[in-house]
């Protein structure tokens, strides 16, 4: 069976996603921060799934070569989705006013993390005929929204490193895959004053992330809900 890692899979589209795998007999490898609520999800996806599940900060580089190990024990990687990201503080401030340690903080989760993990997997996921990669970006990557200076230009550098790293290549499937808006704790997180309980679970973006899979489409970014490629 092919094997994923997924991180950031305890909650939102990382477990929706993590769920729809193991229902397709996809063995797993699963990061989240926290312990308790990873060894949940296991012990749920280990009735129809072989799951290896790593409690662990992706900044960590240790924890990034346990993962990829655990992989590797399983028979791949095949899937590397790097869903696992820092929003950065809640409400969230301008540019002018960014705290620089935070700013930092932002850009080695969500841009210098998923880099590392993937220069760990590279040499297996290349070796894979089904080897691919999922970073998950978001609108806010492409459009200027006040005050998302820190989390949307890390989405930002997140998409030109993969669009770098698919023309670098090209025996790799590379998607760079906007979820769109999603009733998830981090999108509560990031408007604190609304309530976001009106957007759309984030199961429905998933359909759209196993077509790509599926049809193995070309690599691009793509808009899960939408599965089409913006070019």
């Known amino acids: 069976m092919p094997t994923a890692i997924i991180t950031g899979a305890s ?41 290896v599940a790593l ?65 760990r997997a590279l040499p297996l996921l290349s070796q894979s005929p089904q080897g691919a990669i999922v970073n998950v970006t978001s609108d806010a990557g492409v459009e200027g929204y006040e005050g998302w200076g820190g989390y949307g230009s890390s989405k930002a550098a997140l998409e030109q490193l993969s669009r770098v790293l698919a023309a670098e290549h090209p025996e790799l499937k590379v998607w760079w895959v906007d979820p769109g808006d999603m009733n998830t704790q981090m999108q509560q997180e990031a408007f604190p004053d609304e309530d976001v309980s009106d957007r759309p ?20 970014r793509y808009q899960a809900r939408a599965s089409s490629e913006e070019q």
């Open 55 to 119: 409690a662990g900060d992706v900044a960590d580089d240790g924890h990034r070569a346990e993962l990829v190990e655990a992989a590797r024990a399983l028979g791949g990687p095949d899937l590397l989705v790097n869903n696992a990201s820092l929003l950065g503080p809640s409400p969230q401030p301008k540019l002018a006013d960014y705290p620089l340690d935070t700013f930092r903080a932002v850009y080695e989760v969500n841009v210098t993390a998923p880099l590392a993990l993937i220069q």
């Open 201 to 220: 679970p984030p199961e429905e973006s998933v359909p759209g992330i196993l077509r790509l899979i599926d049809e193995r489409a070309p690599s691009g």
């Open 11 to 51: 909650r939102g589209l990382g477990l929706a996603l993590a769920r729809a795998l193991a229902e397709r007999d996809w063995n797993l490898v699963l990061d989240a921060r926290g312990a308790d609520t990873l060894k949940k999800v296991a012990e749920e996806l280990a009735a129809t799934s072989q799951v």
